[in-house]
């Protein structure tokens, strides 16, 4: 079985450089590495070629269109058996192409998806972010687990699809938005086998402050609703969790100023739901720095997500704007 690892990259070279690091170590060697540079200002030629005698690598600057159109354009110049896609800001675990080659042998997937988990090198408002997206208190924990809601769809950070199901339902048809979902939507309606490899994790840098973490939030909430206008019935009322714990926060908010008789309940509420996530994530962290740095993440994971949900449905779906 061979892999064709496919990273869209858009003026990020210090992150390339080290993941590309990461993926010497790798204890399965039947691999390629396709760099796209998205017409990045800031390009990553020079240390993607310093990687020339140690990986089976391709460079290619193209202009910026992207990162769903950059993934095509790799898929188009890739020669594996399985096209594997990675975000730059990725780590990759040494046995991470050893456990999906064993698992697709045992258990065949036309595409998989694998979880993402914080790396100890990463900073404690990393940790807080990568628990934040994880979390099985916050919508992160539909994302990469077997617990999931309805038909699992992997996310393009950690996502695999085999070449037959590239050459029959094509590559993405969005480049941003919820590019990734549409597409795992379009292969499992094709008949294709999806599925999760729970062991196939990677680590996930995302972001490295809050207000970039809330940036990157925001859109998902905006691209959920993308999502609904190409396949309505994917739009599940878990989704609108975020926008309905937004609200009620808005509404404590509006409450203490204006009344405070009735804001008591739901001030023990939110107190009770970010002490969960406080014990929790010491728990999980072994941190407390990590842990109250997690109730800051958990809240803009919840009201930028939110935010952003709210925003395109009204504006896309009761105000049918474009």
């Not at 240390?47 to 020339?52: P, R």
């Not at 204006?258 to 939110?270: E, G, T």
């Not at 002490?275 to 803009?300: G, P, T």
Request: some cysteine.
């Amino acid at each position: 079985m061979f892999f064709s690892i496919i990273i869209p990259l858009y003026n990020r070279p210090q992150e390339i450089d080290e993941l590309l690091n990461t993926l010497t170590k790798q204890t399965y060697l039947q691999f390629e590495v396709l760099v796209i540079e998205d017409g990045s200002k800031n390009d990553a030629k020079a240390i993607v070629a310093s990687y020339a005698d140690k990986l089976d690598i391709k460079y290619y600057f193209k202009e910026n269109a992207g990162q769903g159109f950059a993934r095509n354009f790799g898929f188009e110049r890739a020669t594996g058996d399985y096209f594997v896609i990675f975000d730059s800001d990725c780590l990759i675990p040494s046995n991470y192409l050893e456990t999906v080659k064993n698992y697709l042998y045992e258990h065949h997937l036309d595409a998989y998806g694998g979880p993402d988990a914080a790396h100890d090198s990463f900073t404690p408002v990393q940790k807080a972010i990568s628990y934040a997206m994880t979390s099985p208190f916050t919508t992160g924990g539909i994302r990469g687990n077997k617990q999931h809601v309805g038909q699992f769809h992997p996310r393009s950070f950690n996502m695999g699809v085999s070449r037959q199901a590239w050459e029959k339902v094509g590559g993405f048809i969005l480049t941003r938005l919820g590019e990734d979902i549409e597409y795992s939507i379009r292969i499992h309606e094709s008949g294709f086998k999806i599925g999760l490899i729970a062991d196939a994790k990677v680590y996930h840098k995302r972001r490295t402050s809050f207000s970039q973490f809330y940036k990157q939030l925001h859109f998902f909430g905006r691209a959920r609703i993308n999502i609904y206008k190409h396949f309505p019935k994917e739009l599940k009322l878990i989704h609108f969790f975020p926008a309905v714990a937004t609200v009620g926060m808005i509404t404590t908010l509006l409450l203490n100023i204006f009344y405070p008789p009735l804001a008591y309940i739901f001030d023990f509420l939110v107190l009770l739901y970010f002490l969960l996530i406080f014990f929790h994530s010491w728990s999980v962290n072994k941190s407390l720095k990590v842990a109250f740095l997690s109730i800051i993440s958990s809240f803009i994971q919840l009201t930028a997500y939110g935010l952003g949900f709210i925003q395109d449905l009204f504006k896309r779906v009761v105000f049918k704007q474009q």
